[in-house]
T-cell receptor, first 114, second 114 residues
Framework: DQQVKQNSPSLSVQEGRISILNCDYT??????FLWYKKYPAEGPTFLIS?????DKNEDGRFTVFLNKSAKHLSLHIVPSQPGDSAVYFCAARGRETSGSRLTFGEGTQLTVNP | KAGVTQTPRYLIKTRGQQVTLSCSPISGHRSVSWYQQTPGQGLQFLFEYFSETQRNKGNFPGRFSGRQFSNSRSEMNVSTLELGDSALYLC?????????????FGPGTRLTVT
């Protein structure tokens, strides 16, 4: 079963506008949520995270929002830049997990047009 | 410092063969995790090794196995290859596997099974 889902395989936005990437989860035992960015021929790189005890975390142009009641999180990128074009993965860690095991979503290809 | 390296970067094998992939973690990192990335499935967790011991295991058949050496380098082996094993195999290293923020991914090995 897919415990972390990203329902939009792709998203296209104009440079300077806001990009909103969404992620839904089903496991209430997840305690940390992370967003990774992946360029072609490279491994995913950590972007931003949020603990389940918070509802918002901000880092520069990137903000992650967590709605625990809806089991939904979103990543906002403002303003979007062409260099942000990449695949974005949402990931989660289970509270009961020892070690670094993460559950990933399917990914969303973001394209920022100049 | 040097990042996570994976060898080989590309591999073509035939159904029924076996394959061994290698991952060298960042110096000082003792935890190595392996993921399989296929289109539409995102990253699926295979297993994690810490101090030469398998600490976590995902839901993959026994054809997928791994090991870790005393220098923290890790190998994963897939026996009796199937067409569905074609994927990008990513490894990630972290210092001790307890901080999800400090997990660094390698560029991956692209395996094609024909």
């Amino acid at each position: 079963d897919q415990q972390v889902k990203q329902n939009s395989p792709s998203l296209s936005v104009q440079e300077g506008r806001i990009s909103i990437l969404n992620c839904d989860y089903t496991n209430s035992m997840f305690d940390y949520f992370l967003w990774y960015k992946k360029y072609p021929a490279e491994g995913p790189t950590f972007l931003i995270s949020i603990s389940s005890i918070k509802d918002k975390n901000e880092d520069g142009r990137f903000t992650v929002f967590l709605n625990k009641s809806a089991k939904h999180l979103s990543l906002h990128i403002v303003p979007s830049q062409p260099g942000d074009s990449a695949v974005y993965f949402c990931a989660a860690r289970g509270r009961e997990t020892s070690g670094s095991r993460l559950t990933f979503g399917e990914g969303t290809q973001l394209t920022v047009n100049p | 410092k040097a990042g996570v390296t994976q060898t080989p970067r590309y591999l073509i094998k035939t159904r029924g063969q076996q394959v061994t992939l290698s991952c060298s973690p960042i110096s000082g990192h003792r935890s190595v995790s392996w993921y399989q990335q296929t289109p539409g499935q995102g990253l699926q967790f295979l297993f994690e090794y810490f101090s030469e011991t398998q600490r976590n295991k995902g839901n993959f058949p026994g054809r997928f196995s791994g090991r870790q050496f005393s220098n923290s380098r890790s190998e994963m082996n897939v026996s009796t290859l199937e067409l569905g094993d074609s994927a990008l195999y990513l490894c990630a290293s972290s210092r001790d596997g307890t901080s999800v923020y400090e997990q660094y991914f390698g560029p991956g090995t692209r395996l094609t099974v024909t």
